[in-house]
């Protein structure tokens, strides 16, 4: 058609004028934005190293136990006949808690018990009637030996029964009338109510840092007026964590079940440099604090010692009077 090569014609021409200005035209420069500000660290979060005297202590859980616990049991095989005690009963000493069956052997008790009061009625006799020497011997041997099988049928019978071996509470029983029974196997638990101990429970790391003799604190957790101090006089086990605390004088009357915060003096450190415990960080067995140096925070690793209170001990890495962040 004559129309195309016209329309070629403005093609190119219209092309190169275009080309040019595209291929210079500047890149408008992006608006600067500010850079973000911020202090490296809160003033208020700063924690100062100070001059303190600090207490190197470890609390745990005081309570007041019985001194005497024991399980009891039958010497011998048998059938539940009676129980005579509940858990929660209080029980004198030598009081009958639980029997086995033992009909036949209260006949036989009932028959030497007969033996011997004939036995002491024949002797008797012979003496009003003056026998002679050996008749008395003879009627003196019978009492004798009746008394004898009357006293090893009432062993026997004690050998069928659980009685109390001191005052006490009765804290547990698990027995039903007609049960079978083995001997030696523990039916019932008794804890004695005359003589009280404190014990104090720890974690076993503190535990371990305990010796005998060291003071402690014992308070309270809801009345800060009942407080008093004691000495640690002994374990309860020799790998246990927990110990025997002796109350000293001016300690309150100490009832069953009481519970304290139990605080032992492990040692004392007076002057020592300081600061809060939450100041100090850890990575693996390093411990470092962030401090304060020329209006930045700066890690620097430090030897810690005496824990108390919140508190602890800074022996190298830090001077005093120098500040830490506590973020």
Known sequence: ???????????????????????????????????????????????????????????????????????????????????????????????????????????????????????????????????????????????????????????????????????????????KPGQEIKAYDPVATIVGTEELIVVAEFSAPDAARIKVGQEVALADYFDAKIAFNGVIVGQTSATGTSVVVEPQAGAPDLKLGDTFKVTVVLGRAPGVLAIPADTVKSIGDRRYVLLVDQGELRRVYVETGVESEGLVEIRSGLEEGQQVSAR
């Open 1 to 175: 058609m004559p129309f195309r090569p016209l329309l070629l014609v403005l093609i190119l021409v219209l092309v190169p004028s275009c080309g040019p200005e595209l291929a210079v035209r500047p890149a408008e420069p992006p608006t600067p934005t500010a850079a973000p500000t911020r202090t490296p660290y809160d003033p208020a979060d700063l924690k100062t190293v100070e001059r303190r005297d600090l207490l190197d202590t470890v609390t745990g859980r005081a309570s007041i136990v019985p001194k005497l616990t024991d399980e009891l049991f039958f010497l011998r095989d048998g059938r539940i006949g009676s129980i005579d005690a509940a858990a929660g009963d209080e029980v004198k000493q030598g009081q009958v808690l639980a029997r086995l069956e033992q009909t036949d052997l209260l006949y036989q008790i009932d028959l030497a018990r007969i033996d011997v009061e004939l036995a002491e009625l024949q002797e008797r006799q012979a003496r009003e009637k003056r026998l002679p020497a050996v008749d008395l011997a003879i009627a003196a041997k019978e009492v004798e030996r009746t008394q004898l099988a009357l006293e090893r049928l009432e062993t026997e019978r004690k050998s069928l029964e659980i009685t109390a071996p001191y005052a006490g509470r009765v804290s547990e029983i698990e027995l």
